[in-house]
């Protein structure tokens, strides 16, 4: 009896892409981490403040959407991502892991729900994973901090989402060669 599975083989190129966005995002979001923290430090608002660099965390996982055309491409880089953040010691510590996989799988369902091709799906789903990351920050850090706060920092995170994320993302994919815009599995 032979069981019928299936098993989405990714090519060796889909591989190198996704292993070196996670490298390059896990390296960058320790550093913007950090520069969140003593912004946080200088702010009036503490919470709401390091949201604004949190799109900087999702440009790699929007780039590998759009790159890997393949389901799944932002939460492998986003798992891979989490693991080296927790190596290289992240400011929220083993929960980076949980952050990253969340933020991974929001950019997915995003862009599983809608097209990859239209410029406003890629900014959408940059806003959406870079204010995702806000639901396990407030389980674990911020349990009971006034509304008012919590939008701001949704807001702010969605913001810096659209404008990190997605506007970076088109910006990059413009200056790429055309053969390297895609990588169809």
Same mark, same amino acid.
């Given at each position: 009896?032979?069981?019928?599975?299936?098993?989405?083989?990714?090519?060796?190129?889909?591989?190198?892409?996704?292993? %070196? @966005? &996670?490298?390059?995002?896990?390296?960058?979001?320790?550093? *913007?981490?950090? !520069?969140g923290? /003593? +912004?946080?430090? $200088? =702010?009036?608002?503490?919470?709401?403040?390091?949201?604004?660099?949190?799109?900087?965390?999702?440009?790699?996982?929007?780039?590998?959407?759009?790159?890997?055309?393949?389901h799944?491409?932002?939460?492998?880089?986003?798992?891979?991502?989490?693991?080296?953040?927790? %190596? @290289? &010691?992240?400011?929220?510590?083993?929960?980076?892991?949980? *952050?990253s996989? !969340?933020?991974? /799988? +929001?950019?997915? $369902? =995003?862009?599983?729900?809608?097209s990859?091709?239209?410029?406003?799906?890629?900014?959408?789903?940059?806003?959406?994973?870079?204010?995702?990351?806000?639901?396990?920050?407030?389980?674990?850090?911020?349990?009971?901090?006034?509304?008012?706060?919590?939008?701001?920092?949704?807001?702010?995170?969605?913001?810096?989402?659209?404008?990190?994320?997605?506007?970076?993302?088109?910006?990059?994919?413009?200056? $790429?060669?055309?053969?390297?815009?895609?990588?169809?599995?």
């Amino acid at each position: 009896m032979q069981l019928n599975t299936r098993v989405k083989k990714y090519p060796v190129r889909q591989l190198a892409i996704l292993a %070196v @966005l &996670s490298a390059l995002g896990a390296l960058t979001s320790v550093l *913007v981490g950090y !520069a969140g923290q /003593a +912004v946080s430090s $200088l =702010a009036i608002l503490p919470f709401a403040a390091p949201q604004l660099l949190s799109g900087l965390h999702i440009f790699w996982l929007v780039l590998a959407c759009v790159l890997v055309r393949t389901h799944g491409s932002a939460t492998i880089v986003s798992s891979i991502k989490g693991l080296i953040e927790t %190596v @290289l &010691s992240s400011h929220l510590g083993p929960i980076v892991f949980a *952050v990253s996989v !969340a933020e991974g /799988a +929001v950019a997915d $369902l =995003a862009f599983a729900a809608l097209s990859r091709k239209r410029n406003w799906a890629i900014y959408l789903a940059g806003g959406l994973s870079s204010a995702s990351n806000l639901v396990i920050i407030q389980f674990f850090f911020w349990p009971a901090i006034s509304s008012v706060v919590y939008i701001l920092a949704y807001s702010a995170a969605f913001m810096s989402g659209l404008i990190f994320s997605g506007y970076l993302t088109m910006k990059v994919m413009r200056v $790429l060669p055309e053969t390297f815009q895609t990588v169809e599995g």
